[in-house]
Nanobody, 127 residues
Framework: QVQLVESGGGLVQAGGSLRLSCAAS????????MGWYRQAPGKQRELVAA???????NYADSVKGRFTISRDNAKNTLYLQMNNLKPEDTAVYYC?????????????????????WGQGTQVTVSS
């Protein structure tokens, strides 16, 4: 199947920056939609930013102008550059990917859809 591994979280002061990475591995046939989500204590998981295979992006209003999502399709890696961090950005950040995975090499090749989450990385912003 497909595995996602996030990295880059940590503790930073307000106004600082962090860059998150999410590396996808496995029998990947394609990665279509990728996104970053976050979940703060006592709150529901929310979308932070998303990007399509073609590079179209969308952001939560709370992070527009501060966060930038990007992807390296050759490396199957997703990034989130976070600038001017605020205490309210404190949360566990999760990577999500959707696409097709090869379940049989074939012939004929068989692919099936997947929707996979990473294990999460903690981001803490101190005031």
């Amino acid at each position: 199947q497909v595995q996602l591994v996030e990295s880059g979280g940590g503790l930073v002061q307000a106004g600082g920056s962090l860059r998150l990475s999410c590396a996808a591995s496995g029998s990947i046939f394609s990665i279509n939609h990728m996104g970053w989500y976050r979940q703060a204590p006592g709150k529901q998981r929310e979308l932070v930013a998303a990007i399509t295979s073609g590079g179209s992006t969308n952001y939560a209003d709370s992070v527009k102008g501060r966060f930038t999502i990007s992807r390296d399709n050759a490396k199957n890696t997703l990034y989130l550059q976070m600038n001017n961090l605020k205490p309210e950005d404190t949360a566990v950040y999760y990577c999500n990917a959707e696409g097709l995975v090869t379940t049989r090499l074939g012939p004929p090749r068989i692919v099936t859809p997947y929707d996979t989450w990473g294990q999460g990385t903690q981001v803490t912003v101190s005031s």
